[in-house]
Every structure is written in structure tokens, then in C-alpha cells.
């Protein structure tokens, strides 16, 4: 990816903007401007980028970096994309590397316009992002706020996780989900004890998030319900277009949810740690302490979401469950896994051990998938998009079957 950076006070946003991309395991090349290195300094995006920066046709002529740039390139972002540059952009002018990086590319582009009120209001600057538009450019704001010189309006650069959110979504990609309707839910259900305590568990939701961005990334078009999750775990499913949020606070608001859900959905994964229990009698008021006396809870069974969507499915569509395990070697993990995939009666069960330090509101993850066979479809381990991936790689694969069973299955039709 290349990130081109204009002279604008908002080119410290796009230092920002650079470490996201790079964390998210992208190849960034930066290309400021000189006058942007008056705001950002050559030595900042050459740190954050992990990449060397020049502004220069002239260095690196040996590669042709002018052209090379360009050309391999899978995605541009300009950010700042000032009034200047805008205009250059639109005349196609390159005289410097970022001009012709733009000419030298059939990537897309991705633009976050910044300048003050009265530059983007200008008929100039309104017909050069008019222009740009119709070459396919994507424009990213700007947004309405606080500008530098205490003014305030349209102009404002948008806010570097935005801009991500919209260059993701520009970047052709495997669209294999295309045309799926998802429900994903994600995080820990509590169930209230009294109107201050909880039973609970120590699901932060990445996880079940990143499900359902996977997903969207990949075309599908996805309900998320979430029960309680960490804090911004839900920040960047939030602002993708095909996502919609959905909230469950308990066991059985979350079972409506999804019984709601798979009445229209193809797919459904049970990623969310549901309370096995409840209290059978919750109390209106805070219970207090009775003198050195214990306090004991009568708890009854929470409903069994999973097994019931497996039970309830319609033909053709798919169930998938996670499974939190503690285990001490693989082949326990393993056993429990098969053990619960049988009750619950799942096409595919995701199978992950848990302890004091892994699993739970952790980064990274580890996983298998066992198939409706109770086979090791697939393992992965790394950071929960991989895992993620991974399991849509094995919904695939078994939806591709199970149509591949059922045609085979089909009579053949007698010779005329």
C-alpha cells in the first residue's frame, strides 16, 4: 500500500493512519510531499512505515521508483489530500513522486480531503473532487469540526480508522461470501444476580468480531449480536457498511436474537460465551451481607442456544459453534471437542483451549475446527482475524460439500 501524505497540519493524523495499516500486516510505502515534511519528518515514516521515504523522481533511478511505486501497488491512500493537491491530482500533473506514483497505478485510490471551510466550499475544489470521483477516485470525508486557526466546519480530516475502514473496502478482494446472509454473535452474556451483581465470564468479544468483519470483508452481509464486549472491541465493525449491531445483554435475550436471526440467515456462528446458568430468583434490591453468614444461590439452567438452531435449522443452511476448553494435551481438546460437537448437533465446532492466560481477552488465538464427521477440518493459530478466516475457509468448504452431496445424491433423469 502507499500512503501519500500533502502538506497539511492533519499529516499527524496520517502517522496514525500508517501504524494501522502496518499492524494489520500491510507492505506501507509512504510518499509526503516536501512540503508535508514541514508537518511529518522523514525519519517518523520511514520508523512507522518500516520503509525507506523519499520524496524525489531522482533517487533510486535505478528501479525506476517513480513507475515501480505505481505499479506495484494494491491500494493508494492520500491523507492528507490537501486543496493543492486535489487540483494536481485532477490535472494529472507529476511533478514530483506522488504524482507520478497516481499516474503510474491502476490501484485504487482512496482520497481524506483536509483543508479549511472556504478552500472545500470553493467551486475550484468542488469540481476537482467531482472530477476525481467520476476516474473512480473514493473520497473520505471530510468531516465537520474543529479546523486549525480556532475556525471550525467542513474540512476536517477524517479520523485515521475511518479512512482505513473506507481503503479496506476499496481494495478488490476475495468476495466468496458474496450474496450470504450471516449472523455472528460475539462476547459474554451476564446474568443479573441482584441490580448490581452478575454472573459472568471473561469474554472480551474480539474474537466474534472479528468473525463478523471477516465475513463482511468477504462480501457477506452480517447481523452482529453482541452481548457484553471490552471496550471499542466493536469500534471498527461499527463502521462497515454490511454489519449491523444487534445487542443481548442475557442468555435469553441472546437466544431470541438468534432465533431471530436464522429465520433469514445462511449461516450462523455462535462465537458469543453464553452463561450455562442463571439465578432461578433475581433480586430487586441488593443483597447484604447477614453477619458472617454465607450466601447461597439457587441457579437453573440457561436454554441451550446452539443445539436449538441445530435442531430448528432449515435445509441449507449452516450452524457453526465455538467451544472453550480447558484441556492439558491436544488430544483431550480434542476429545471434548468431538463430545460436545455430538450434543450440540453442529455442522462445524470451532474447538479453542482457555486458561488464566490464554484464550480470553487475548490478542491471539488458537484453534481447530471439527467438521459434522468430527474430523480435524482445519487448526490455525495467530491473531483472531486469522482464525477467523480460517473458519469462514471451513464453512466454505463444507457448504461446498454438502451441495456436492445432495447433487450427487439427486436421481438422474431418464433418457429421451
Request: hydrophobic share 45%; proline share 4%; charged share 20%.
Amino acid at each position: 500500500m502507499v500512503v501519500g501524505v500533502s502538506g497539511g497540519v492533519a499529516a499527524y493524523k496520517s502517522v496514525h493512519l500508517v501504524r494501522l495499516l502496518v499492524l494489520a500486516g500491510h507492505e506501507v510505502h509512504v510518499v509526503p510531499t516536501e512540503d508535508s515534511l514541514r508537518f511529518v519528518g522523514t525519519s517518523t515514516w520511514e520508523s512507522i512505515s518500516r520503509n525507506s521515504v523519499t520524496t524525489s523522481v531522482h533517487d533510486d533511478v535505478a528501479q525506476v521508483r517513480h513507475v515501480a511505486l505505481g505499479q506495484a501497488a494494491d491500494l493508494i491512500i492520500v491523507a492528507p489530500a490537501t486543496a493543492n493537491t486535489l487540483a494536481r491530482m485532477a490535472a494529472g500533473f507529476a511533478d514530483n513522486l506522488l504524482g507520478t506514483t497516481l499516474l503510474a497505478s491502476t490501484a485504487p485510490v482512496v482520497v481524506a480531503p483536509a483543508m479549511h471551510t472556504e478552500m472545500w466550499s470553493h467551486p475550484a475544489t468542488r469540481h476537482n473532487v467531482d472530477t476525481l470521483r467520476a476516474r473512480g477516485v473514493h473520497v473520505v470525508g471530510p468531516a465537520d469540526g474543529p479546523l486549525t486557526g480556532g475556525d471550525s466546519g467542513p474540512g476536517r480530516m477524517s479520523e485515521p480508522e475511518e479512512i482505513l475502514q473506507a481503503a479496506l473496502a476499496a481494495v478488490p478482494g476475495d468476495a466468496d461470501l458474496a450474496g450470504l446472509q450471516v449472523a455472528v454473535s460475539t462476547g459474554g452474556t451476564r446474568e443479573p444476580i441482584d441490580p448490581v451483581r452478575f454472573l459472568g465470564n471473561r469474554s472480551s468479544g474480539r474474537q466474534g468480531a472479528d468473525v463478523a468483519l471477516a465475513a463482511a470483508r468477504r462480501g457477506a452481509d452480517v447481523r452482529l449480536l453482541a452481548a457484553h464486549v471490552g471496550d471499542g472491541v466493536l469500534a471498527e465493525a461499527a463502521r462497515h457498511p454490511r454489519i449491523t449491531i444487534e445487542h443481548a445483554g442475557t442468555a435469553v435475550e441472546l437466544r431470541d436474537a438468534a432465533l431471530s436471526a436464522a429465520v433469514e440467515t445462511d449461516v450462523v456462528v455462535m462465537v458469543a460465551a453464553v452463561a450455562d446458568y442463571r439465578v432461578a430468583e433475581m433480586s430487586d434490591r441488593k443483597l447484604s451481607k447477614q453477619g458472617d453468614e454465607g450466601l447461597s444461590l439457587d441457579l437453573v439452567q440457561n436454554p441451550d442456544i446452539l443445539a436449538t438452531l441445530a435442531r430448528d435449522r432449515r435445509e441449507g443452511q449452516t450452524i457453526v459453534g465455538f467451544a472453550a476448553e480447558t484441556a492439558q494435551t491436544d488430544d483431550e481438546l480434542i476429545a471434548k471437542g468431538r463430545a460436545k460437537r455430538r450434543r450440540k448437533g453442529v455442522d462445524l465446532l470451532a474447538v479453542n483451549a482457555v486458561g488464566w492466560t490464554k484464550g480470553f481477552e487475548s490478542v491471539d488465538n488458537a484453534a481447530l475446527v471439527l467438521d459434522a464427521q468430527d474430523n480435524v477440518l482445519t487448526r490455525v493459530q495467530g491473531s483472531k482475524r486469522d482464525v477467523a478466516n480460517a473458519l469462514w475457509d471451513a464453512v466454505l468448504t463444507v457448504r461446498q460439500r454438502t451441495r456436492t452431496e445432495s447433487t450427487l445424491g439427486e436421481p438422474s433423469l431418464p433418457e429421451t
